[in-house]
């Protein structure tokens, strides 16, 4: 096993980072471990993916990392402010500054345009945006002449855009997208990770995406791969060929695991991006 390279990083590198990061739910005899003493840097300017089981922890790590969701142990920095033990007012206020969200389901307001969802955490927070991010985060995701629709008007990859410009209107530090492509068919799904590889490249963002799909996390610079509560790997450079080969070798030949349907529904979706 590889040890992730990404740990290696500089301080000035990190986006984030988790130390002995432990994470259940409930007490005593129904505890649930969803992580387990995790130690991960998240490097600056990078399209890190986050893929493994289905309950492996990977929406609780992105929750923890985000400052979403509280810790049972350990410590997480956000950039170089440790966000564990912040009073909530503290934290909201430092993830509203410094974190964009993308979730499965877009989560835009439907009575609104799609220019007032993209502004509307800013409108809440009372921050102005500044107006030419603003412009080149509409123009990079294509949605200049959508701004005045409203979500129902829109297709779901224009919707999954509209959340990816609300993510980045604040030009945050750091946007956390959580199968962002999951509700997609696969070119809007390849649409939208092509806008998150080009806010990596293009605009310097650092982009955390949590992903089932072998195709999408090949996008990415770097896999950091789940299990039962663990970074058990990590992979520079992912092709979808290899991402698929470990899952399959992680599934040890046991075609029940939910590791294993995930491979089976891309193997058998006759839209797949994968050459077999
Ligand atoms: N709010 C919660 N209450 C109780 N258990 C939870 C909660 N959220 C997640 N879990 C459990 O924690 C584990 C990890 O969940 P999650 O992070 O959602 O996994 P993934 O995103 O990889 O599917 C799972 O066993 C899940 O059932
Ligand atoms: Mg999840």
Redesign the pocket.
């Known amino acids: 096993m590889s040890t992730p390279a990404a740990q290696h990083t500089p301080d000035g590198a990190v986006a984030a980072r988790a130390r002995g990061l432990t ?1 259940a ?2 007490s005593g005899e129904t505890a ?4 387990d003493s995790v130690d991960v840097d998240i490097a600056r300017g990078r399209f890190t993916a986050v893929m ?12 923890c990392l985000a400052g979403l969701d509280t810790v049972s142990a350990g410590q997480v920095w956000l950039g170089g402010t440790e966000i564990t033990g912040l009073r909530d007012r503290e934290l909201t206020r430092l993830r509203r500054d410094r974190v964009g969200f993308m979730f499965q389901s877009f989560n835009l307001i439907p009575t609104l345009t799609a220019a007032e969802n993209i502004t509307l955490p800013m409108d809440i927070a009372g921050r102005r945006p500044d107006e030419r991010w603003l412009k080149q985060v509409i123009d990079t995701l294509g949605l200049r002449d959508r701004l005045r629709h409203r979500p129902a008007q829109l297709s779901g990859g224009q919707q999954q855009r509209v959340a990816c410009a609300r993510a980045l209107a604040s030009r945050p530090e750091l946007i956390f997208a ?1 199968e962002p492509t999951g509700n997609l068919d696969s070119r809007a799904g390849r649409e939208v990770l092509g806008f998150l590889r080009g806010a990596v490249d293009d605009l310097g963002q650092t982009v955390v995406m ?1 992903t089932h799909d072998p195709g999408a996390a090949a996008h990415s610079d770097v896999v950091l791969f ?1 299990a039962d ?1 663990h970074i058990e790997d990590a992979m520079e450079r992912p092709t979808a060929e290899a991402v698929l080969e470990h899952m399959h070798l992680s599934t040890g030949g046991h075609p029940q695991t939910p590791w294993f349907d995930a491979v089976r529904g891309r193997l058998g979706d006759d839209d797949t991006d994968l050459e077999e």
């Open positions: 994470k739910y409930g649930v471990i969803a992580l493994g089981p289905s309950g492996s922890g990977k929406s609780t790590l992105m929750h959580d949590v789940l509560g």
